[in-house]
């Protein structure tokens, strides 16, 4: 008997035990895949895309009624939190942000200052810092979450694998998440960069179920470079060369096609697929001074030149050029943010990890009076190993025919 | 007089020794580091965990001239019935205050974390339904406890380190040694404060220790194991948060554990990690409880503490609700008050009562 009674409250110590206190079942959560953010005046608009699970775990297809994701807008108080759960005015459930994947910032906002939207954001204990945040260049990001993508059911999802793809493969844009960000907006001796995003094509057609059913749709996303911001402000783009170079500069380079002219005429593209990046900075004479040095490993991955590649010596012209082009672009990229007055690569950091004493000096005019004119010495290294399939292209050949 | 009859191994003192200095240190310590003395941090936890080495040397050579009397017992014994039983009565509030605050600093984590909406109390109830258990058990019962958690601790510890090696950013430990000297000592007075100076709460449980002439190194050992833990952790913050969101963070440990992310699968674990910081801190509250309870008892020469059990954790409960009003005040009060309150006990105190041994000849 007694057993029979201690068995019985054990047993129903387990009830108490499978739930908890303020538990939140899915069906009563709207799932969040990514937060875009827009200000009108002095309010901010926040768009959120919301999953729809009735359509995304059905294998054989939609119907072609519902919708993957519904992008909900709300013009909102002053804060964003407040924002956040005003969203239940118009969504049947509360939504839950701990998923999203993208965060989106609309360049208007953008170009006023990103810092005040982005306490909350780190501050929720729900919310996680590995979201990619991107800013949407001549357009809001509620735009952005409107299009659908042909490809990925969720929009969310393709901009997340679509950033990671491109930056390996690509290289004319880069990755930053919550926690890289406020860091460089902290840093006195570097200034943020954020991957930009635009659509190509109509946006008001991208918003309908049908863009996913065309074979070109009508709207595309596409990424395009870096918004270059002065501390929190952007204030202007960096292309996708330009990317590169920061990526480069970073030492985020995976494998990434260089296209460059040969030593003899005509084209040819290299693929980076090792790299490595070696920064100094120094103060000379009161004046700061940096050097880099890149160190990469490439293949021929396109050889449209007019003078054969069978020779050493042609072998090592080839590198050389490389260098210099490397060279060339990673140097125009430097100069570019010299003049926006832009820190976006990081020097005053090289200088104050190498300097800390002589930097505190200078820290208050780096970015009007020392950065500007900072000497950078960019020194690249090429070494070309492979040459794919073939050695020599059949091109010159062709033209002696 | 005899309250307590248990006996623990020395291996089963030395992993209490950790699992005390881990608790609540581990949430807290890093975050006070960096924030005085930034990317330098982790030296002053190296300077810091020296010093402690020094107090916990302090504390063993004091047990060893009674080395079957607790603190309270020789204090009583060395500076006579006045004003031994009122400092007698100090360290046993201050055994008290720590249960607390322990309390406290869990209550708080998982408030803030992971149950934002449920009540803080009764988080703490539950807790400390546990520690009433097992004080009633006695100290034998929570050091064979202690030696099935420790491996769990320490393999969790260990995976945590390891899996966040690639996400290392060397870069931001530099420039290196960039704060003064003045600063790294006051960046290290955190980590005196928190573990080392409560470490004199185990000259209450090192009597029932069985192999006494050991005891010593033991733990000295233990408490430099635990010290370079704590600087692992923070170096580790530094190098993979930055030192600023180490300092900016309320729990830093916790965000490191939430980077974890290795290949697309194995990724927000940090409620396992979390596991580390509920079974260290369940030790910590359990020993600073227990040394409270018996020193009450000895303190009024109760011939069983059992019977204080219940009414001390409701007493723990009410004052841990009211120690912290914020997570802000906690923070202050960490790093500011606290050092120089525990330095009372854990410095002051003892080096007067050796210095009156001595002279006395006891």
Redesign the interface.
Known sequence: MRHLVKLTVTFMALLLLTGCWSRKELNELSIASALGIDKHGDKYTLSVQIVNPSVITTVTGNNGIALPVVTRDITSTETLFAALREVTRIASRKVYASHIQMLVIGEELAREGIAPALDFLSRDHAMRTDFFIIVAKQTTAENILKILTPLDNIPSDHLHSSLIAAEKNWGGTTQINLHDLIYDLLSPGADPVLAALRIKGDTRAGALKSNTARITPAALLSYEGLGAFDNDRLVSWYTPQETKAYNFLKGKIKSVPVSMSCPGGGKATIEIFRSGRKMKGSIVDGQPQASVHIKAEANVADLECERPLSNLAAMKDMEQAAAQNIEAFIKAAIHKSQQLKTDSFGFGDMIYRSRPKQWKKISKEWKSVYFPKLKVDVVANIKIGGTGSVTDSFLPKMKEK | MQMEKGKISLYQFKVLVVLFSLGSSILIVPSALASVSRQDGWISSLFGVACGLLLVWLYASLAQRFPDKTLIEFSILILGKGLGHVVAFLYFSFFLLIASLVLCTIGDFIS????????IE?IHIVFMLIIVMGIKLGLEVVGRASEIFIPWVLVMLGFMLVAVLPLIDM?RT??FL?NSIRQIAGGSITILGIPYLELVIFLMILPAVSNRSKATKGFLNAALFSGLILTAITLLCILV??H??TARHSFPSYTLA??I?IGDFF??VEIVMAVIWFVTIFFKLMISFYAAILGFGQLFRLKSHRSLVTPFAMIVFVISLLVFPNVIYFKDFSAHTWPPFASTFGLLLPVLLAVVAAIRKL
């Open positions: 803030s974390m992971t149950l934002p909406e449920t009540p009764a870069s530099a420039p960039e948060l930055g600023d969101f939430k980077q992310h990724q927000r």
